[in-house]
């Protein structure tokens, strides 16, 4: 919980956090123990938490309000976004934005991995250097193999892992390296 990480950050208690931001100590115990959801608090409430704890409103409803949306879905997004903004502008935002960092420190490593792949992939694609800002990533590798939906289904079907192993073989070596079968990213719909 955020204000928790705050509090803890500044040193401060539940109890002068109430006392300072005139938001009863309640109500701030409930929020911190996760029976109040921050992002259903008044805006005064909000605003009160926000100036005494010296981040922004956005900072404390943020995370709550964050969507992980399932893999198949995000990789169909960011092939989208490639072929919308152009290779060169993808790349520059995933730089500029950090978002593969900001994904990788939520933990939330397939995605952060697609990301780095889909630069790394784009940046050979157009004789860029690689930025090595994001070398210590690079030394992951996901646990198990992610396979598109499709190849499963194939290789549920076929009864055999033949799909599996052939995709494996073919993918693209920028993605493969972390254990994500991708074969295209340009043909999208």
């Known amino acids: ?29 409930d929020i911190c123990n996760s029976k109040i959801r921050i992002e259903k608090c008044s805006a005064e409430t909000l605003y009160k938490l926000s100036k005494t704890l ?40 995933m730089l500029e934005t950090d978002k593969i960092r900001k994904l990788f420190n939520k933990k939330w490593y397939p995605e952060s991995l697609y990301l ?40 549920v079907a076929a009864g055999n892992d033949y799909h599996k192993r052939r995709s494996f073989d073919n993918a693209i070596p920028e993605f493969k390296r972390f254990n994500i079968v991708e074969n295209e990213v340009r043909n999208v719909h």
């Open 1 to 29: 919980m955020i204000i928790n990480e705050l509090l803890a950050q500044k040193k401060m208690t539940k109890y002068r956090l109430s006392k300072q931001s005139g938001v009863p100590f309640s109500t701030i115990s």
């Open 54 to 93: 010296d981040v922004s409103m956005e900072t404390l409803v943020e995370p709550a309000m964050e969507y992980r949306c399932n893999f198949e879905t995000f990789k169909s997004n960011v092939c989208h976004m490639v072929k919308d903004m152009g290779d060169l502008p993808f790349i520059i935002d």
């Open 116 to 155: 780095l792949a889909m630069v790394d992939y784009l940046s050979k694609e157009n004789d860029l250097p690689i930025s090595n800002y994001y070398n210590d990533i690079r030394a992951t590798q996901l646990d198990q193999i992610i396979y598109p939906s499709s190849i499963i289904a194939m290789s």
